[in-house]
């Protein structure tokens, strides 16, 4: 059966408003169209399943949006090939071809409204796929609050206090709209991965998590009136750190000082020995260009501690990693750190202070036959006056031992798993982490506010959170 709706207007950043009944009340609610698959992981194939059967539409260039299918089949498989976008059912074949070139995207929601098999894994909402010069653009579009339901357990365990997991469902929900449009280029609002919040769909949904969501509906945080950008990682390691410190912007909500809350974790202390090699081949990794490593030296620390500048000393050229890229290059769980080695030792400088030093290059030896300098050395012979001994121009091994686990800024998940269980509400968790902020709920004209915040915005970098690979 063929329909034909009205043009959809163009609305304003991306917003879609739907009125939902909600504790017998009406309340406004935003839909949120997250990517799951796009750009050089964009496939050109996708399997769908819903349980009575789709609708299916399309957003044209010129004509606006048109639903032009409604199909019983439970399954189906979307296949861009050449020009077109091709829906084939199984044993019926292909009951639907849409030329991609006029296509700005192709609509696809269950029937029952309820649940959508994206590639075998379930979702709230619809699928939209767009066609694109590497494949096809796969989103999930739903509700924001049911896009927490998949966030929460993704960044925080699902079993820990109510308490601690609403301070996180509102920082989730902060960081969601003060980065609203980070993937508009693509058509979408957010990753479902670390570079934004990663979000699991209906399959790793709890009820404890979806109980904090429910709890803290429509709460924001915000500092002057303005939303902040709401950063979280797992542990800071007893230390929070400045957003400046980080990254290239400084927020007065976001500031270094102790956190008693963050001490004796599971991630109080850690440990992590790199060889030579390691580096040379992490290096490599990351396209960094450099000669046979020779030493690390630890040029900067921030009033928390953190590594803001490390050199790579090499044999005939060095290079400096600053801030997060430190982490990123050598694989660490933070920039909280000290590096001890197998070949340390001592010198006393001419202004009378003592450096820590694991390679001889570019150092001149007084010795009693003059002042000798050689690169090239491979090992030299120290004589103390306890003894004779050996050190070789490079370390074989780096041990890196360090405190917290992810970026430091913003909520320590970890901190907030003690408040709880101390006797804190999320309120107090929240205000703790972001100094001088409110938690304010949503105002009525959803819109307006969010294109006030929205504009406002600025900063707009990774949340970096709990629970994944890397934090």
Known sequence: MIKKMKKNKLIVLMLFII????????????????????????PIEVSLKASKGFCIGSFKKDDGFEAFKETDYKQLKVVLEKDYVNFIAPQEGEILKVKAGNTVAVEIRPKDDKIIYINQKP???????????????VINE???????????????????????????AIAARTYA?????????????????????????YGVERELTNKAVDATAGQIIVYNNELINAFYHADNGGFAESSNNVWEFSLPYLKSGPDKFSINTPHSSWEKTLSIKDIEQMLIQKNI?????????????????????????????????TKQSIRDVLDLKSNLFRIETDNMFYILNGHGNTVTRDYFQSLA?????????????????????????KFSNRSRNYVIKGRGWGHGVGLSQWGAKRMAEMGYDCTEILQHYYRGSHIKKMGVNVINELERILLSSTERVNSSGSFRKKR
């Open 177 to 201: 709209l003060k980065n609203f449009n980070k993937y508009q280029e693509y058509g979408f609002n957010l990753s479902n991965s670390i570079d934004s919040q990663v979000y699991g769909g």
């Open 365 to 389: 030896f007084v010795t009693n036959k003059g002042m000798y300098k050689n690169n090239n050395m491979e090992i030299i012979q120290i004589k103390g006056y306890n003894g004779t001994r």
């Open 142 to 168: 739903l509700d924001l609050e049911e896009y927490l339901y998949g966030v929460l357990p993704m960044e925080m365990p699902y079993n820990w206090p109510l308490e601690a997991l609403k301070a996180q």
């Open 289 to 321: 260009i450099i000669d046979r490593v020779i030493g690390l030296k630890i040029l900067d620390t921030s009033e928390s501690g953190r590594v803001t500048r490390l050199m790579i000393v090499g044999s005939k050229n060095s290079i400096i990693l």
């Open 123 to 137: 979702y709230r909402g619809k699928a939209i796929i767009r066609p694109s010069d590497t494949g096809l653009t």
């Open 19 to 42: 009125f939902m009944r909600s504790s017998a009340v009406y309340a406004e609610s935003i839909n949120i169209k997250i990517g799951l698959l796009f750009g050089e992981n964009a």
